[in-house]
């Protein structure tokens, strides 16, 4: 069994962690969705340096789930909640945020909205200068996602989600996400635009590609990200992507000692 080593300060952190010194801190709910388009390639953003986590690696859009993501006043259209907490095997509100959350942080850090005026339509153009005060609106949280999707007339399209994978950050790291994946279509007529904010830098790539660029040193990427880039390289075609049978199952990094190091295994 080889896993990745761990610098001295997480090692101590973990040995603590071990020890029954040091307790982990919660993992917060997240959702993430790996936005697609066909080649296929999907959209990475890479985290400025300068960020407490994950900086300077190659991500997908996503975040935190917000609070008020788990309002009933949020417009939905396609799988309920209760559907969503099926696959995840999540409660339902917490399954409410987390669709809620994949699609508002998808706008916030790509422009690309999943909702539309009904069940069967999804917005074609998000690029106007009204569409970017509304975004930064629901960035401030002056604006929440319910009163956004109210005031536009818009109802949110879960069924534009495919559920895809479920990682908990590791116990020895400060700040710890519990994050659904979801893969989504690049809605005819919308494109990803580079929206600055917690990204430096964004880029389309096919998954292969950057996955060879990691292996390569060229770009970071963090085991959740390098695990589904290398499942979706197996894909020939975004058909392929939506077609694939996905059995969610949770992944939670250990640690385990190895010949007085301390390494971080995904098995």
């Known amino acids: 069994m080889t896993g990745l080593q761990l610098p001295d300060e997480l090692a101590e952190r973990a ?9 982990p801190v919660p993992a917060r709910d997240a959702a993430t969705v790996v936005i697609l388009r066909e080649g296929p390639e999907v959209y990475l953003l890479r985290r400025k340096a300068t960020m407490a986590f994950a900086a300077g690696a190659y991500v997908f859009p996503g975040g935190s789930v917000d609070p008020r993501d788990t309002d009933h006043a949020v417009a939905w259209a396609g799988p309920s909640p209760a559907d969503w907490g099926a696959v995840f095997g999540a409660e339902e509100g917490v399954a409410r945020g987390l669709v809620c959350a994949a699609v508002r942080e998808t706008f916030e850090e ?50 534009l989600l495919k559920p895809w994978a479920h990682w908990i950050t590791p116990e020895i790291e400060t700040r710890r996400f519990d994050t659904r994946f979801f893969t989504a279509v690049l809605p005819e007529g919308q494109r990803t635009r580079d929206v600055g904010g917690e990204a430096d830098q964004v880029a389309w790539k096919r998954p292969a590609d950057a ?29 392929d992507v939506l077609a694939a049978r996905r059995e969610i199952v949770t992944i939670l990094p250990r640690v385990v000692e190895v010949d007085g190091e301390f390494q971080l295994v995904t098995t």
Request: charged share 25%; proline share 5%.
């Open 15 to 23: 040995r603590d962690i071990l020890a029954g010194r040091v307790q």
């Open 110 to 159: 790509s422009g690309v909205l999943l909702a539309g005026p009904g069940p069967d339509s999804v917005v074609d153009d998000t690029t106007g200068d009204d569409w970017e005060a509304d975004r930064l609106a629901l960035i401030d949280r002056s604006l929440s996602f319910a009163d956004f999707l109210a005031k536009r007339g818009l109802v949110l399209r879960s069924d």
């Open 211 to 239: 996955v060879e660029l990691a292996h390569e040193g060229k770009i970071f990427l963090m085991p959740p990200t390098y695990r589904t880039l290398t499942e979706l390289a197996a894909c020939d075609s975004v058909a």
